[in-house]
């Protein structure tokens, strides 16, 4: 490589405030896994180039630029963070790979509300790619800066070395494939392969199969992460390289384009699944849309269930009645606690369609038909009759799947309409016409049947776990927690959610109450007996997250690294379970743990405290179990801490 000039001014390619790469909010980029660099908060929609020289690459969905000047310094210009979801959209480039430019010459402009608005980060990120061979140090000046101002300058290696053999780089990808290759399990585990700016993602059949160490040693590779449902292999700025050398091995139909990660999900190569894996694969995309439905959510719901629980101990006899049902203070209260399960359908739709793709507004404007005040009141009255079938009006507030199925037809409809109409008509037609069907189809079919298949599953789910009694309580208790340790639990989700949508209530949830509890009280064991100050610090930490509802801290920062600690508290969660489904205990909210308490009281009856005393006797047997086990037999200081457990991906996030 000849020599190089000693300095390379560089410009910012944006208007806004400069931010030291180490806090930008992406990992890859903050470790400078990519290279040397800054980044930068936009306050303005131009776009210019930071160095004179040639593009080399533009993203086929346009968040990032490449840059190579002429004495072979490479810049990478990052616009946003996770903004490939975005499939380019907000982007409007007038630079291809081969142009030349000057710095400071404009390459596009992008619209930051319109990434904003899908919750993304405007961040945009610049780095010399080959930092190690050709930068000696970079200087970056603080402050608030005009796009095509001077923002860094490059202090540049008086020589850069021998340039490398092509072969011999070519090898050196083709080894850490191959090796990659074989760590992930081989061609029989991969389902296909893409890559983005810095990373080569594999999805796999069995994504707990890889040999992370193995991979870890190669030369080429940063670091593995799980995250998306994919195997993600770290490699920097030589990541296509590394994945054209995978590519060449696996062979063509393994491969993809840079592409958002939610919409890869399904192999480009032979489906060789058998019809059990094609099933599995089914029911998990299911799981996945229901339970990424209903996660925005959630918490929501969960507040909500803590105010009206609380209001009906406002209004307990027992209490002298402090708020009475007719006053204006608890109509308030009572509407702010109310709305979210009311106008749960109007939620559920515009969750909807942001996982499967759809348009959240159409979907939003369903839900709301659905809900009409005009529509409401006509619940089990009938619609009409064609023959001898007799159309009846439903209720949809607090209803769940009959708006997924609405969201998922309103997103097929759309599709096929934006196919079939010209281009002047789908703005004000596509719209027009889903709503108008997909309410009808909704109101008059889909609703009604879904509605009573629903209720009929709220109430077998309870009748089963009543006649049960105190053996589902003790297999509930007993094994809840080991499902969320493989991601199972989110299977569970919606029964928990279907019954309080339906019935008003859950016998499930408040067996499941006593899991948290028990984990968390656990995990206070170890925070009183540790004099380890991190494990103090950390444990103390995680069991307060437990009691208010939120067990991943203590499962995977603590319990399961101590495995007695975990198992002690399985066991407390038995005694509390057993309990719980021998008296029959009922919650009416989502909240769980020491902190959804008010969720046992009963909105429709105040005065009955039979659930409320279930709950105390039941979470305090949980506590004092899983407390003591863990102090006398789960946890000493002299045991050696197991390795960190990952937390299951979230299938309705992929």
């Given at each position: 490589m000849k020599k190089t000039e000693n300095k390379l001014k560089i410009v910012a390619p944006v208007k806004g405030k400069i931010i030291p790469l180490n806090q930008v909010p992406d990992s890859v980029f903050a470790q400078k896994m990519m290279g040397e660099g800054f980044g930068m908060d936009p306050v303005d929609k131009q776009i210019v180039a930071p160095v004179k020289g040639t593009i080399t690459m533009v993203a086929e969905t346009k968040h990032a630029i490449g840059i190579k000047t002429k004495n072979g310094v490479e810049v990478l210009v990052h616009l946003g963070i996770d903004t490939v979801e975005l499939k380019g959209t907000p982007y409007h480039l007038n630079v291809r790979v081969?142009?030349?430019?000057?710095?400071?010459?404009?390459?596009?402009?992008?619209?930051?509300?319109?990434?904003?608005?899908?919750?993304?980060?405007?961040?945009?990120i610049v780095v010399i790619t080959n930092s190690n061979e050709v930068l000696e140090k970079i200087e970056i000046v603080n402050k608030t800066i005009d796009a095509g101002a001077v923002v860094a300058t490059a202090l540049l290696k008086a020589t850069g070395g021998e340039q490398r053999d092509s072969k011999t780089k070519n090898d050196r990808f083709a080894k850490t494939a191959e090796t990659v290759i074989a760590a992930v399990g081989g061609p029989d585990n991969i389902k296909s392969v893409i890559h983005c700016i810095s990373r080569v993602r594999f999805y796999l059949k069995d994504i707990n199969q890889p040999d992370d160490d193995q991979i870890r040693r190669d030369e080429n590779v940063i670091d593995i992460m799980r995250a998306q449902g994919q195997y993600q292999v770290v490699i920097g700025p030589d990541v296509v390289e590394v994945y054209d050398a995978v590519i060449d091995q696996l062979g063509e139909e393994y491969g993809g384009e840079d592409r958002p990660d939610t919409t890869a999900n399904k192999p480009v190569g032979p489906d060789n699944r058998n019809l059990l894996e094609k099933l599995k694969d089914g029911f998990d995309e299911l799981i996945g849309v229901i339970t990424g439905s209903m996660s925005p959510i959630i918490w929501s719901l969960a507040a909500?269930?803590?105010?009206?629980?609380?209001?009906?101990?406002?209004?307990?006899?027992?209490?002298?009645?402090?708020?009475?049902?007719?006053?204006?203070?608890?109509?308030?209260?009572?509407?702010?606690?109310?709305?979210?399960?009311?106008?749960?359908?109007?939620?559920?739709?515009?969750?909807?369609?942001?996982?499967?793709?759809?348009?959240?507004?159409?979907?939003?404007?369903?839900?709301?038909?659905?809900?009409?005040?005009?529509?409401?009141?006509?619940?089990?009255?009938?619609?009409?009759?064609?023959?001898?079938?007799?159309?009846?009006?439903?209720?949809?507030?607090?209803?769940?799947?009959?708006?997924?199925?609405?969201?998922?037809?309103?997103?097929?409809?759309?599709?096929?309409?934006?196919?079939?109409?010209?281009?002047?008509?789908?703005?004000?037609?596509?719209?027009?016409?889903?709503?108008?069907?997909?309410?009808?189809?909704?109101?008059?079919?889909?609703?009604?049947v879904i509605i009573g298949m629903s209720d009929g599953l709220a109430k077998l789910v309870s009748w089963a776990l009543v006649r049960s009694g105190w053996v589902s309580g003790i297999l509930i208790g007993s094994f809840h927690q080991v499902l969320v340790i493989f991601g199972l639990h989110w299977g569970i989700q919606p029964l928990v959610i279907n019954d309080i949508a339906t019935a008003g209530h859950s016998y499930l949830n408040a067996i499941i109450c006593q899991t948290m509890i028990s984990q968390g009280a656990a995990t206070l064991a170890v925070a009183i007996k540790s004099k380890k100050a991190n494990l103090k610090s950390l444990s103390f930490a995680a069991a307060i997250s437990a009691f208010c509802g939120v067990t991943e801290p203590a499962i995977y920062g603590v319990n399961l690294r101590y495995r007695r600690v975990f198992i002690s508290g399985l066991i407390g969660s038995a005694f509390g379970g057993f309990i719980t489904g021998l008296l029959h205990g009922n919650m009416f909210g989502f909240a769980g743990s020491w902190i959804g308490f008010a969720s046992f009281f009963n909105p429709t009856n105040p005065g009955d405290l039979s659930s409320f005393y279930i709950f105390l006797i039941s979470s305090v047997v949980s506590t004092i179990v899983g407390f003591v086990l863990t102090y006398v037999w789960g946890y000493s200081d002299k045991m050696e801490i197991g390795q960190k457990v990952d937390k299951p991906v979230n299938p309705g996030k992929n």
């Amino acid at each position: 490589m000849k020599k190089t000039e000693n300095k390379l001014k560089i410009v910012a390619p944006v208007k806004g405030k400069i931010i030291p790469l180490n806090q930008v909010p992406d990992s890859v980029f903050a470790q400078k896994m990519m290279g040397e660099g800054f980044g930068m908060d936009p306050v303005d929609k131009q776009i210019v180039a930071p160095v004179k020289g040639t593009i080399t690459m533009v993203a086929e969905t346009k968040h990032a630029i490449g840059i190579k000047t002429k004495n072979g310094v490479e810049v990478l210009v990052h616009l946003g963070i996770d903004t490939v979801e975005l499939k380019g959209t907000p982007y409007h480039l007038n630079v291809r790979v081969g142009d030349e430019v000057e710095a400071g010459s404009e390459m596009g402009t992008w619209e930051l509300n319109d990434v904003r608005n899908e919750g993304k980060q405007t961040t945009v990120i610049v780095v010399i790619t080959n930092s190690n061979e050709v930068l000696e140090k970079i200087e970056i000046v603080n402050k608030t800066i005009d796009a095509g101002a001077v923002v860094a300058t490059a202090l540049l290696k008086a020589t850069g070395g021998e340039q490398r053999d092509s072969k011999t780089k070519n090898d050196r990808f083709a080894k850490t494939a191959e090796t990659v290759i074989a760590a992930v399990g081989g061609p029989d585990n991969i389902k296909s392969v893409i890559h983005c700016i810095s990373r080569v993602r594999f999805y796999l059949k069995d994504i707990n199969q890889p040999d992370d160490d193995q991979i870890r040693r190669d030369e080429n590779v940063i670091d593995i992460m799980r995250a998306q449902g994919q195997y993600q292999v770290v490699i920097g700025p030589d990541v296509v390289e590394v994945y054209d050398a995978v590519i060449d091995q696996l062979g063509e139909e393994y491969g993809g384009e840079d592409r958002p990660d939610t919409t890869a999900n399904k192999p480009v190569g032979p489906d060789n699944r058998n019809l059990l894996e094609k099933l599995k694969d089914g029911f998990d995309e299911l799981i996945g849309v229901i339970t990424g439905s209903m996660s925005p959510i959630i918490w929501s719901l969960a507040a909500a269930g803590i105010l009206k629980g609380l209001l009906s101990v406002l209004t307990m006899p027992q209490l002298g009645e402090i708020l009475a049902p007719k006053s204006t203070a608890y109509i308030i209260l009572n509407a702010i606690g109310d709305s979210v399960f009311f106008f749960l359908p109007i939620m559920v739709g515009f969750a909807a369609a942001k996982r499967i793709g759809g348009d959240p507004i159409i979907a939003a404007v369903i839900g709301g038909v659905l809900v009409h005040p005009t529509l409401t009141p006509l619940a089990g009255k009938s619609l009409g009759m064609l023959g001898s079938f007799n159309f009846q009006m439903v209720q949809y507030s607090y209803s769940i799947f009959p708006m997924i199925l609405a969201t998922w037809l309103a997103f097929k409809i759309e599709n096929w309409l934006k196919k079939h109409l010209p281009n002047y008509l789908t703005m004000i037609f596509v719209p027009f016409i889903t709503i108008l069907a997909v309410s009808a189809i909704t109101i008059y079919i889909t609703g009604p049947v879904i509605i009573g298949m629903s209720d009929g599953l709220a109430k077998l789910v309870s009748w089963a776990l009543v006649r049960s009694g105190w053996v589902s309580g003790i297999l509930i208790g007993s094994f809840h927690q080991v499902l969320v340790i493989f991601g199972l639990h989110w299977g569970i989700q919606p029964l928990v959610i279907n019954d309080i949508a339906t019935a008003g209530h859950s016998y499930l949830n408040a067996i499941i109450c006593q899991t948290m509890i028990s984990q968390g009280a656990a995990t206070l064991a170890v925070a009183i007996k540790s004099k380890k100050a991190n494990l103090k610090s950390l444990s103390f930490a995680a069991a307060i997250s437990a009691f208010c509802g939120v067990t991943e801290p203590a499962i995977y920062g603590v319990n399961l690294r101590y495995r007695r600690v975990f198992i002690s508290g399985l066991i407390g969660s038995a005694f509390g379970g057993f309990i719980t489904g021998l008296l029959h205990g009922n919650m009416f909210g989502f909240a769980g743990s020491w902190i959804g308490f008010a969720s046992f009281f009963n909105p429709t009856n105040p005065g009955d405290l039979s659930s409320f005393y279930i709950f105390l006797i039941s979470s305090v047997v949980s506590t004092i179990v899983g407390f003591v086990l863990t102090y006398v037999w789960g946890y000493s200081d002299k045991m050696e801490i197991g390795q960190k457990v990952d937390k299951p991906v979230n299938p309705g996030k992929n």
